[in-house]
């Protein structure tokens, strides 16, 4: 029952700046769950960007190190990822996910079996 919708996407040329959210509603308790970003290139399977555990702990790919960065405003339920020096692998569709089902494990938190509810995603394209 839990939704989220990611906003914020475009097209940018590479060394450029963007700012996804992704809003969630429907929660039916007041528990601060982890969350996540995934991106999908065209043609790839779906791979995590950047976690953020309920207690602020956050995980990075190495790929997006130094270049992303995730964080959340629990008081509106909206997690953000921050995104600079854009390459065009950057490419691709992004999805937020939430995991509601309480035990976490920080090595999977950038798997997709971790997550069971997600956003429809939002389009990045950065041109070279």
């Known amino acids: 029952q839990v939704q989220l919708v990611e906003s914020g996407g475009g097209s940018v040329q590479s060394g450029g700046s963007l700012r996804l959210s992704c809003t969630a509603s429907?929660?039916?308790?007041?528990?601060?769950?982890?969350m996540a970003w995934f991106h999908q290139a065209p043609g790839k399977e779906r791979e995590g960007v950047a976690s953020?555990?309920?207690?602020?702990?956050?995980t990075y790919a190495d790929s997006v190190k130094g270049r992303f960065t995730i964080s959340r405003d629990n008081a509106k339920n909206t997690l953000y990822l921050q995104m600079n020096r854009l390459k065009p692998e950057d490419t691709g569709m992004y999805y937020c996910a939430t995991r509601t089902l309480g035990a976490w494990n920080t090595r999977l938190a950038l798997t997709t079996l971790m997550y069971n509810y997600w956003g429809q995603g939002t389009q990045v394209t950065v041109s070279s």
């Open positions: 953020i555990n309920s207690d602020g702990s956050t």
């Open positions: 429907g929660y039916t308790d007041s528990t601060y769950y982890g």
